[in-house]
């Protein structure tokens, strides 16, 4: 008997001619042959990829404008409102301050003080006619910037020129003084012998103002009141 092992033929079978080598026939699907790849070639963008992402940057680049945009925009509108708040407080502690040193012109008046004059008259220490007004119509040039400011607060004192309290940029729009008592409460009634009322004179001042940065979106409106009593005591 021959315990010897059959010879075996490890040779690889090598192809026909013009076959595929063993090795790539991985690269072989449903019978069409593919590119190894290390050869494969490097696939570009397509011309609707670029169209998608050149999109996608135009709009986040116009959204970041528009933020910006709005940003300094409210900025700019924070900075007006907070520049007419100081320069309104200026004007009306202007005549509060006036208010509480002089004593108020009654006489001028001629009668009974209206309800909501616009007309606020005192009179100082000196005996000066002090008045508080707000410009008319065909007085834009007495503003600081003519008609840009108009209407604006203007004030006189004794025989001098009238002159504005309100800054450039600032519109006063409304502007109302009620006056209590109606009668000067230190002028005594000859046929009674009384004074005609017992009540220290004050003003309530209601002013509206209106300031902008020159566009009409950004108009900031500034309502004020307070009240101020004189500190004059003639009996």
Do not use: H
């Amino acid at each position: 008997m021959n315990f010897l092992a059959p010879k075996i033929n490890f040779r690889p079978k090598l192809p026909a001619a013009g076959g595929t080598p063993p090795s790539f026939m991985k690269y072989r699907w449903r019978g069409k042959a593919r590119r190894s790849p290390l050869t494969a070639p490097t696939r570009a963008f397509t011309l609707m990829e670029m169209l998608v992402v050149l999109g996608l940057f135009s709009m986040v680049v116009a959204a970041a404008s528009d933020i910006f945009l709005i940003t300094n925009r409210s900025m700019q509108k924070i900075f007006t409102l907070e520049r007419a708040q100081a320069d309104a407080r200026f004007a009306l502690e202007a005549m509060v301050r006036e208010i509480r040193s002089d004593s108020l012109d009654f006489a001028a008046y001629g009668g009974d003080i209206p309800v909501g004059t616009g007309i606020l008259r005192l009179r100082d220490d000196s005996d000066q006619a002090i008045v508080f007004r707000r410009s008319n119509d065909d007085e834009s040039g007495l503003c600081r910037d003519n008609d840009a400011d108009a209407p604006c607060l203007l004030v006189s004192a004794g025989g001098s020129a009238t002159v504005p309290v309100t800054p450039r940029g600032v519109v006063v729009n409304n502007l109302r003084f009620f006056i209590s008592p109606a009668r000067d409460p230190f002028v005594m009634d000859p046929v009674t012998g009384k004074y005609g009322n017992n009540l220290q004179p004050r003003v309530t001042i209601v002013m509206t103002v209106t300031a902008s940065t020159g566009r009409l979106s950004d108009l900031s409106v500034i309502n004020l009141q307070t009240t101020a009593a004189s500190r004059i005591y003639k009996r």
